[in-house]
């Protein structure tokens, strides 16, 4: 089975390297594609660096794009995926929030639960979050519980980046036809998965805030992705 694990980044200098080193080791059988929103930090450098390090052992490899959106990073990735006929598409934050060593369990969830999505969730038994103060938690609850009753999603945890997804699953999206290119896609792409009959199951995990680096979500994001669901809830509902 052929697995691409992505890392969308942006100035992620500090995370790059061990964030790599935790993939390969969790996973050593998976590709790795490097996704960079031309990071003036050279974050692009460092994994070219990182990849001729793995001297053939591992696949390691970096694109960078003249744009800026966690979505539209995740866009190309995703479309990486299907082009190169992948059977399984991971994706994880760049600034160890998401712990590696919790792919194998989303890899082994698709198999053993026989679904189509895998979703790493903060909002199950299990699942935790550590290092946010109390109203980043509420925001974060809070929209997922509307993206949960408003879009019928299957899953609590719609808004986190962390999941496995079968690639023939979203070959069968039209991934330019998305039109969010921030956080939001991440809501997103579930409805249309979920529409198109596509199974979902959660994995708990332990979400930990970053230590290097500054946080690319902002109010102004969590507002748009807010907006998001209720425009997708919206148009359900026609």
């Not at 999603?153 to 999206?173: I, K, M, Q, T």
């Amino acid at each position: 089975m052929r697995i691409l694990v992505a890392v969308c980044t942006y100035n992620e200098a500090d995370n790059i390297h061990e964030v790599l080193t935790r993939i390969i080791t969790a996973v050593p059988e998976a590709d790795v594609l490097v996704v960079d929103d031309d990071s003036p930090d050279q974050t692009s450098e460092l994994v070219e660096q990182f990849s001729r390090s793995c001297d053939g052992q591992h696949t390691v490899r970096c694109l960078v794009r003249h744009e800026r959106g966690l979505g539209g990073a995740i866009r190309q990735a995703m479309k990486v995926a299907v082009e190169e006929r992948y059977d399984l598409f991971c994706n994880l934050d760049a600034d160890l929030s998401h712990d590696p060593a919790d792919l194998p369990g989303l890899i082994d969830l698709i198999a053993s639960a026989k679904v189509d999505i895998a979703v790493g969730s903060r909002y199950v038994p299990g699942g935790d979050i550590v290092g946010w103060p109390m109203h980043r938690k509420w925001m974060s609850r809070t929209i997922n519980a509307v993206a949960r009753r408003k879009l019928g999603l299957p899953v609590n945890d719609a808004s986190g980046s962390f999941r496995c997804y079968r690639v023939s699953r979203l070959a069968e999206l039209d991934l330019d036809a998305e039109s969010s290119d921030g956080y939001s896609f991440l809501q997103e792409v579930l409805l249309r998965l979920h529409r198109s009959g596509a199974t979902m199951a959660e994995l708990p995990i332990r979400f930990t805030e970053r230590i290097a680096g500054d946080s690319k979500l902002n109010f102004r994001e969590a507002i748009r992705s807010g907006w998001t669901v209720f425009r997708l809830g919206a148009s359900d509902s026609k």
